[in-house]
């Protein structure tokens, strides 16, 4: 095991993971963004759960739609990368 802070990894690699952990962050965070957006538009209006549904479905179409445009470009990156070599 490797103390806190020092790893084995080249800088490039710490910041791709970084890259990665920020895409996984930014699908969550539409997501609850999504349902609390639903949960208020459900308490203004009196309903149960029916907007907070749709604001965790549109919330996760526009978090996955997000993440697959973020990871597409993160591989046509690499592959630049990788053919500038």
Known sequence: ??????????????????????????????LIAGML??????????????FIIVGAVVGLLVGLSSFIRAALAENRRLEQERKNR
């Open 1 to 30: 095991m490797l103390p806190f802070g020092k790893t084995n990894q080249s800088p490039e690699d710490q910041t791709r993971m970084w890259r990665l952990a920020g895409m996984g962050w930014t699908l969550v965070t539409e």
């Open 37 to 50: 957006f639903g949960w208020g538009l459900d308490w203004a209006f009196g309903t149960e759960k029916v």
